[in-house]
């Protein structure tokens, strides 16, 4: 694909080299944005996988409203039990990559000495886990925010991600500029919840409110049928996804839980404000209006001058978020890099990105290798520790 170019960077690789290079100019002078995607959360939460398109298909489906419900209602509490639910045993100390990122990210800013640019990166992410802000609170060196202000009632704005942090030295008027880390959560997080006076997003312990939600409604659904699910889809080798959603239809319509799946749906809409995994995200007005903020902000930061956009653990399956990075490639001085997890991962990008003309669409992969996160890792740690020998050259 001639308006892709790819990099190979396995260890020792010719082409490790040049990408530092590049990496270089890029955390030196250019504005920094992250996509980031369940890949960063593995191995301790599970990947969305086919939920997305099992429920697509599921909503097109000709079947009986109750049953549909039902199945609807299975798929969810599985998704929530795998990649919610689990984050209940997470704690920062197990995240050592994940702590590493935050590390390096921090000190990436803090060696930028432009003044025509912030210290600031933007991350956006799809996660709903609260591992990002995990591991950037762990470091307390580093500014990170999360769109929230206040202390005793904590309440969102995307309005808050404009702010810059400067310190002031005790004994003169210089003031330095603080690192800071933007986390924009443009699915919603397990830390929002919803303020019924206002009608606005407040902060959440989201352990308390896990445990919480996981006693109240566990005893609706049949273990036996959710082990049987969660087989299918682990082991659903080359199936369509229309086989897919039948051989799960099939394990879910054993359960006798119609009458009550109406009464579960109720409550992860009002308890979790998250954007659905299905192509209909949305089932409350807040969660429309918070999507629709964070995913302007998002198309402003790619139309920006010199702007670059780092893509890790995402498989834009999110179509708004596809269209919109498609969109922003026309943007002459944006560049995007894309680590592709594997060969698989490489080619889906191929697709997504065909449309690239003005050659700004960079595919960063190892061969015979999956590009894990300590190899992202690996990599910025080594144009910290070399970053004056790549300038020289």
Known sequence: MPNITEWIVNEDDAELKDFQRRLVDIFSGARVN??????????????LGDLEDIQTHLSRLSMEPADKLLLTGYLL????????????????????????FANLMY?????????????????????????????????????????FEGRINPYFSSSNFSKLIYRQAIFSNNKVEVPVVNILKMHGSLTWDRIPETDNIGYCDYREKLHRFYEENHKTFDQEIVDTMNYILDNKENKSIPELTEDLAK?????????RME???????????????????????????????????????????????????????????LEITKRSIVNPTLQIYIFCYDDISAEEMMRHFQVAKN????LVRMENEEFQLNRLNDILQSIIEDKGDYRAK
């Not at 509490?77 to 590493?100: G, H, K, P, S, T």
Request: proline share 3%; charged share 20%; with cysteine.
């Open 34 to 47: 992250f996509l980031i995607g369940s890949g960063f959360s593995k191995p301790f939460l599970e990947t």
């Open 77 to 100: 509490w599985i998704y929530f039990c795998n990649c919610m639910y689990a984050m209940v045993d997470v704690q920062a100390e197990e995240l050592v990559e994940q702590r590493r």
């Open 107 to 147: 000190a990436l800013m803090n060696e930028r000495s432009t003044p025509v640019l912030s210290k600031q990166i933007n991350i956006f992410t799809t996660n709903y886990d609260p591992i990002l802000e995990l591991v950037f609170d762990a470091n307390r060196n580093i500014a990170y925010n999360d769109g």
């Open 251 to 259: 394990a879910a319509l054993k359960s006798t839980a119609h009458g």
């Open 263 to 321: 009464d579960f749906l109720k409550n992860y809409t009002e308890q979790l404000q998250i954007v659905n995994p299905t192509k209909e995200k949305f089932d409350t007005t807040i969660m429309n209006i918070a999507y629709h903020e964070l995913i302007r902000i998002f198309s402003n930061e790619l139309e920006k001058e010199n702007s670059v956009l780092l893509v890790y653990g995402f498989s834009f399956k999110d179509e708004h978020i």
């Open 359 to 362: 050659h700004n669409i960079f």
